[in-house]
C-alpha cells in the first residue's frame, strides 16, 4: 500500500466517523456515570499533588491530599492510596 493510498483511506475512514457523528444527538455523547467523572478527577488530582511536591509547594500537597481522600473514600478505594512507602511508614510528607 502506497502512501498515496494510506493517506485515501485516512480520509475516507476520517469522513465516515464524521458522517456518523453528525448523526447522532448530542445527549448521544453525554456520560451518566459519575464513578468515571470522579476517577478522572481522582487521577488530576494524583498527578497535580506529584507536580506539587516535585516543586516543594507543601500547601498545596495538602490540598490535593484532602481532595484525594475525599475521592478515594466516594470510590471505596482507599487502601490503594494509604500503602506504607518503602521505609514501612505511612508518607506524612503531604
Known amino acids: 500500500m502506497t502512501n498515496e493510498d494510506l493517506e485515501k483511506l485516512g480520509v475516507y475512514v476520517a ?3 464524521i458522517k456518523k457523528a453528525m448523526m447522532t444527538s448530542g445527549e448521544d455523547w453525554l456520560t451518566h456515570d459519575s464513578r468515571d467523572h470522579m476517577v478522572g478527577e ?13 516543586r516543594e509547594e507543601y500547601e498545596k500537597c495538602a ?11 466516594k470510590l471505596n478505594i482507599t487502601e490503594e492510596f494509604n500503602k506504607p512507602n518503602e521505609e514501612g511508614e505511612q508518607d506524612d510528607e503531604t
Do not use: F, G, S
Open 42 to 54: 481522582l487521577a488530576r488530582c494524583v498527578t497535580l499533588q506529584n507536580i506539587y511536591l516535585d
Open 15 to 17: 469522513d465516515a466517523l
Open 63 to 73: 490540598v490535593m491530599k484532602i481532595k484525594i481522600e475525599k475521592l478515594t473514600d
